[in-house]
């Protein structure tokens, strides 16, 4: 599961201003330089089409709920909050230079659950945050500018 973060309304907004994008890129059924005509992504053209819309973040669960905790925005994996609120957050966490501290940055690690089942997390690295923080800022700034809220979910 994930959360995507982006201004409210950001898909037909983008639309509505020819911000979208495709992306085109081999489909993974071609093989050996042959696409299969059954595939449900390419329809057997051997290239996947992807629309691309800007100002959107997509994250982990933990990670987004990480992200909001550290921004002092209550965690949930569904909401709807001021831009100022986020860009007032990422101002914050710079200034005390929180990158490097929970509940942000994380060591990869890995444990046995109930019955013996393998899960790994992944961590977070100084870099990866930085990335989040950045993005959001983006996001914020652009809701902002459009005079919308954030919403996630």
């Known amino acids: 599961m994930s959360i995507t973060f982006h ?3 950001n898909y037909a907004f983008c639309a509505a201003n020819n911000l979208n994008t495709i992306r085109e890129e081999e489909c993974l059924c ?3 330089g042959h696409a299969n005509s059954n595939c449900p992504y390419c329809k057997g053209t051997g290239v996947d089409r992807m629309e691309e819309t800007p100002f959107e973040m997509n994250v982990a669960n933990g990670n987004g709920w990480a992200l909001l905790e550290i921004l002092g925005i209550t965690p949930d994996y569904s909401g709807c909050e001021d831009a100022q609120k986020f860009l007032d957050g990422v101002a914050f966490v710079r200034a005390l ?7 942000l940055v994380t060591e990869a690690s890995e444990e046995t659950g109930t019955g013996g ?4 997390h992944c961590g977070r690295t100084p870099e990866q945050v930085q990335r989040y923080l950045d993005t959001i800022e983006v996001i914020a ?3 902002k500018r459009r005079g919308v809220k954030i919403t996630w979910g």
């Open 30 to 32: 071609v093989y050996d």
């Open 141 to 143: 700034t652009e809701a």
């Open 7 to 9: 201004p409210a309304n």
């Open 97 to 103: 230079n929180n990158v490097g501290h929970e509940p």
């Open 117 to 120: 089942c393998r899960i790994i």
